[in-house]
Nanobody, 128 residues
Framework: EVQLVESGGGLVHSGGSLRLSCATS????????IGWFRQAPGKEREGVSS????????FYADSVTGRFTISTDSAKNTVYLQMNNLKPEDTAVYYC?????????????????????WGQGTQVTVSS
């Protein structure tokens, strides 16, 4: 069974850091892109970052570039999102998702509508 399980969310003050984890199972990471997405109350889901299982290329939304870093562990079972210098506007439910990389164009990597396997989400709240 293909499964994604997020963890690591929580409450942090503005300027603080969190590391989210996405544990994957039931598929080969080498065939997929794994992305992080977020949805704030009343807003559409948006792309944050993604990594390609083909060549570990990474992609970031402009709003998080320089603050967030996506990575995988050596076994490629877990994808991390290190979030530094968090801002109140980063408050959202964060989801990881997967899609076969060979079905994605480069512009699709942080488009949530291109992903079809989703985790349950983890809440991140940044207080001012």
């Amino acid at each position: 069974e293909v499964q994604l399980v997020e963890s690591g969310g929580g409450l942090v003050h503005s300027g603080g850091s969190l590391r989210l984890s996405c544990a994957t199972s039931g598929f080969s990471f080498d065939d997929y892109a794994i992305g992080w997405f977020r949805q704030a109350p009343g807003k559409e889901r948006e792309g944050v970052s993604s990594i390609s299982g083909l060549d570990d290329r990474t992609f970031y939304a402009d709003s998080v570039t320089g603050r967030f870093t996506i990575s995988t562990d050596s076994a490629k079972n877990t994808v991390y999102l290190q979030m530094n210098n968090l801002k109140p506007e980063d408050t959202a439910v964060y989801y990881c998702a997967a899609h076969k990389w060979f079905e994605l164009d480069e512009s699709d990597y942080i488009d949530p509508y291109e992903y079809d396997i989703w985790g349950q989400g983890t809440q991140v709240t940044v207080s001012s």
